[in-house]
């Protein structure tokens, strides 16, 4: 039994047991991927896949549950590496970071620009998507921190932390009919074409949810990934935007955008940062993450790994 040939059922199960693929992702040939899924499989006396032919269709059921080990066996490979490299005194290395477009944006930099100051030999690989795909990058290690919204708390092999919470606000072009109001209403919104959020992105559930609770009808008209694309079709005057508060204030190129407070419209959303269950954090991923939630406390992040990995 080698680490190769526990890569190979790994890498089998999330390239949906295509082997060509498998094979790209381990630098290797496709026979080499069969031959090392054969041999472990005649070692271990059980069938891990089903097959139609020579071709993998799935898991057998104790397929299933060697996956597990095997996962865990990798996991516990690379924390001893990463173990290795800590008490060796390293502090150079790669902090993989999956998130979202506003956070990269928007609240990161000035944590980046702290980090890299107390950590210069350590580089960092900023990877931007849906929460879904960043908590599936988390899982699988190709990212080592998560931060999104509150939905990195529903996958059981994440532990989450809440860092901070935030509210939508509309932005409008000056001289708009909604800047004269006292306070503005969901039907008041409801009477213009609306540009936000693609459905599972940036608190979007939220306001989705808002409107249908009320039984408004809504007109969203264009949605995007970027709350600066989003402004900017407000500025051209296609409807009116709402978008994360942290992307209105000082240093938003949308100048010409008014903010409308609707804090009172929409439920307030909490960013969590995530870490896959199981996983050793190395001093400067603390680092990052007391620089990014400063009222996290090391303690704190350690007592809630140490009681997921018991679990």
């Not at 990269?104 to 900023?126: D, G, K, S």
């Not at 990195?152 to 092999?157: A, G, P």
């Amino acid at each position: 039994m080698n680490f190769q040939q526990l890569r190979s059922i790994r890498e089998a199960a999330r390239c949906g047991f295509n082997l060509t693929e498998v094979a790209n992702v381990l630098f290797t040939s496709q026979p080499g991927v069969s031959r090392q899924i054969r041999e472990l499989e005649e070692e271990l006396g059980v069938e891990i896949f089903e097959r139609n032919g020579k071709r993998l269709i799935g898991l057998t059921e104790p397929g299933k549950g060697i996956l597990g080990i095997i996962e865990r066996l990798l996991l516990e490979s690379e924390n001893l590496r990463q173990a290795s490299r800590e008490y060796a005194g390293e502090q150079s290395g790669t902090l993989s970071i999956a998130t979202t477009h506003t956070q990269a944006r928007y609240v990161l930099p000035n944590v980046v620009q702290a980090f890299r100051a107390a950590f210069p030999q350590v580089r960092i690989a900023l990877q931007q998507s849906a929460p879904e795909h960043i908590a599936e990058w988390v899982m699988s290690g190709k990212a080592d921190i998560g931060i999104a919204t509150e939905g990195l708390s529903q996958f059981k092999e994440l532990v989450s932390f809440p860092c901070y919470t935030w509210s939508h606000v509309v932005v409008v072009p000056q001289g708009h009919p909604l800047l004269a109001l006292g306070e503005v209403s969901l039907k008041d919104l409801a009477a213009y074409p609306l540009i936000t959020y693609d459905v599972g992105f940036t608190g979007r559930g939220h306001i989705d949810e808002a409107f249908r609770k009320a039984g408004i009808e809504k007109d969203i008209v264009l949605t995007a990934m970027d709350s600066d694309v989003i402004q900017q079709y407000v500025a051209l005057g296609l409807g009116v935007g709402i978008v994360a508060s942290m992307a209105v204030g000082p240093g938003n190129k949308h100048d010409s955008l008014q903010p409308v407070n609707v804090s009172h419209l929409f439920a307030p959303n909490i960013a969590r940062l995530a870490v896959r269950r199981g996983a050793y954090l190395r001093t400067y991923t603390y680092d990052f993450i007391l620089q990014f939630a400063p009222d996290l406390k090391r303690a704190d992040i350690v007592a809630a790994l140490n009681e997921a990995s018991a679990q």
